[in-house]
Nanobody, 117 residues
Framework: QVQLQESGPGLVKPSQTLARTCTVS????????WSWIRQSLGKGLEWNGG???????DYSPSLKNRTSISRDKSGNYFTLLLTSMSPEATALYYC???????????WGQGTQVTVSS
């Protein structure tokens, strides 16, 4: 029953930082993972990273030096910060969540983020 609502700007300039927030309803649930995924024409679906209910954070190896994921203690929202944005990072960004046996059972609406000057 967890529902996610994503928010944040849809336009980011090159070299700037992408900041996104996912608001959670009907949650959180213990043993959950809260993740960010993006979809682009060049790479398809790509996992950015996630944070667990144990506050263990994992990042994509290709993005870990640029990515920061956090969540509030109450579980009302979690965030994504992605630095050094480039046009290649233009993609549809989703927040997702799910238990450990189904990581991506809930999805936000998705937002097209365009990196352009």
């Amino acid at each position: 029953q967890v529902q996610l609502q994503e928010s944040g700007p849809g336009l980011v300039k090159p070299s700037q930082t992408l900041a996104r927030t996912c608001t959670v309803s009907n949650g959180p649930t213990v043993d959950y993972r809260w993740s960010w995924i993006r979809q682009s024409l060049g790479k398809g679906l790509e996992w950015n990273g996630g944070i667990s209910s144990f506050v263990a954070i994992d990042y994509s190896p290709s993005l870990k030096n640029r990515t920061s994921i956090s969540r509030d203690k109450s579980g009302n929202y979690f965030t994504l910060l992605l630095t050094s944005m480039s046009p290649e990072a233009t993609a549809l960004y989703y927040c997702t969540s799910g238990p450990y046996d189904r990581y991506y059972s809930s999805w936000g609406q998705g937002t097209q983020v365009t990196v352009s000057s």
